[in-house]
């Protein structure tokens, strides 16, 4: 939680994404993070399927299956959260849009060490993505702030990171390189 509180002036969200906590716990982190001064709106809650739960919050991010079940009218509500999809296939990318997602996460684009087992789907397949919807496109999976400019080539709006931030010594000074080469990139 420490590391959330001190880079959140860097980075665009934080998004609570700990499988292996409860619901409430989740919520519990979201409440202390607040509390702590990381604005609402900062705060992402990831995988909580439930869309009136976190009207306080700045935004939802799901997987394929929660959006599926969703009714797309229910989606398209104006006075919802921001609500973001993780998609690994054109196809994916193209259902989320129509259901009414608001920005996807596509990867993992570079070797990942959240998912060590897997070929990363590489540049050419975030373009497709990229090329092939209207909404944002954030790549996801094993992005360093060398990564930054080819993916932003590739047609991403943004970049989503882990190990990046959190296995650093210094995650202030990952977070503040990564907004660094983004900026360099616009």
Same mark, same amino acid.
């Given at each position: 939680?420490?590391?959330?509180?001190?880079?959140?002036?860097?980075?665009?969200?934080?998004?609570?994404?700990?499988?292996?906590?409860? $619901?409430?716990?989740?919520?519990?982190?979201?409440?202390?993070?607040?509390?702590?001064?990381? $604005?609402?709106?900062?705060?992402?809650?990831?995988?909580?399927?439930?869309?009136?739960?976190?009207?306080?919050?700045?935004?939802?991010?799901?997987?394929?299956?929660?959006?599926?079940?969703?009714?797309?009218?229910?989606?398209?509500?104006?006075?919802?959260?921001?609500?973001?999809?993780?998609?690994?296939?054109?196809?994916?990318?193209?259902?989320?849009?129509?259901?009414?997602?608001?920005?996807?996460?596509?990867?993992?684009?570079?070797?990942?060490?959240?998912?060590?087992? &897997?070929?990363?789907?590489?540049?050419?397949?975030?373009?497709?993505? &990229?090329?092939?919807?209207?909404?944002?496109?954030?790549?996801?999976?094993?992005?360093?702030?060398?990564?930054?400019?080819?993916?932003?080539?590739? =047609?991403?709006? =943004?970049?989503?990171?882990?190990?990046?931030?959190?296995?650093?010594?210094?995650?202030?000074?990952?977070?503040?390189?990564?907004?660094?080469?983004?900026?360099?990139?616009?």
């Amino acid at each position: 939680m420490n590391t959330a509180k001190d880079i959140w002036r860097w980075v665009d969200y934080i998004h609570i994404r700990e499988r292996k906590l409860a $619901p409430e716990q989740q919520m519990d982190w979201a409440q202390n993070l607040k509390t702590q001064g990381v $604005p609402s709106n900062r705060i992402v809650m990831n995988g909580l399927d439930q869309l009136d739960q976190h009207a306080l919050f700045g935004g939802v991010h799901w997987g394929q299956a929660v959006i599926r079940r969703y009714d797309k009218d229910v989606l398209r509500i104006v006075d919802r959260p921001r609500l973001g999809i993780s998609v690994h296939s054109l196809e994916e990318a193209k259902v989320a849009e129509e259901r009414g997602a608001d920005y996807l996460f596509y990867g993992h684009v570079y070797h990942s060490s959240s998912k060590p087992n &897997c070929e990363p789907r590489g540049l050419s397949a975030l373009a497709e993505v &990229c090329s092939n919807v209207s909404i944002p496109v954030i790549a996801i999976g094993g992005i360093g702030p060398e990564h930054i400019a080819a993916i932003r080539t590739a =047609g991403a709006r =943004g970049a989503a990171v882990i190990s990046t931030i959190w296995t650093n010594d210094r995650p202030e000074l990952a977070a503040a390189s990564l907004r660094q080469a983004i900026v360099y990139s616009e």
